[in-house]
């Protein structure tokens, strides 16, 4: 969405990473000017989509630059309150299908209710709005929080290679030959 919205020519955020744009330009946006239908919502599952959202966003943002007359790649006159509506509808959608998540684990007995935690990390925990959303979670179903300084809340794929490169050094768990390992891919 940053990229679809050309955040990296907005004034405010030409250095920034597309989820740190859109979090600063929706802290002074309004979500409630472009709400979004929350994915995946016919599922009553624990599983995480963006991409229908990402194709709502899409058409709004072609249907705001009809109605301002301006061609893709200019900045939108709303493009605050966009970041604002993709922002809000993220971090609900992470939060519903968390609470499943913690409400499934606790019923089969994966977790117990006493003394569970939630623990968030990778990129999405920087974002402060997901962050206090699932914070709010935590508290309201007595689970502790947990969750790294955003300085450390990074992409996880660079946190998977760092943790490969640890275990590498350490010869822990390092496979030195494919052969025989059968994968699915999906």
Not at 5 to 25: D, N, T, V, W, Y
Not at 157 to 181: F, P, Q
Request: hydrophobic share 40%; proline share 3%.
């Amino acid at each position: 969405v940053a990229r679809r919205l050309s955040l990296r020519k907005h004034p405010e955020c030409h250095s920034m990473a597309g989820g740190k744009a859109i979090e600063h330009l929706a802290q002074t946006g309004d979500w409630q000017q472009h709400m979004f239908r929350l994915p995946m919502q016919q599922y009553r599952n624990c599983d995480f989509s963006f991409s229908g959202l990402q194709n709502l966003a899409n058409k709004a943002i072609i249907e705001k630059e009809k109605e301002e007359g301006i061609q893709e790649g200019e900045i939108l006159s709303c493009v605050k309150d966009i970041a604002a509506a993709v922002q809000h509808a993220v971090a609900v959608h992470i939060i519903q299908r968390t609470y499943r998540a913690m409400l499934f684990c606790i019923k089969n007995s994966i977790l117990s209710s006493k003394n569970a935690t939630l623990v968030v990390s990778g990129g999405v925990a920087s974002n402060q709005y997901i962050r206090k959303g699932l914070q709010t979670l935590a508290d309201a179903n007595d689970f502790a929080f947990l969750c790294p300084p955003p300085r450390l809340c990074t992409d996880n794929g660079v946190m998977i290679a760092w943790n490969g490169v640890e275990r590498l050094c350490a010869g822990l768990g390092v496979l030195h030959s494919t052969d025989g390992i059968r994968y699915e891919p999906k």
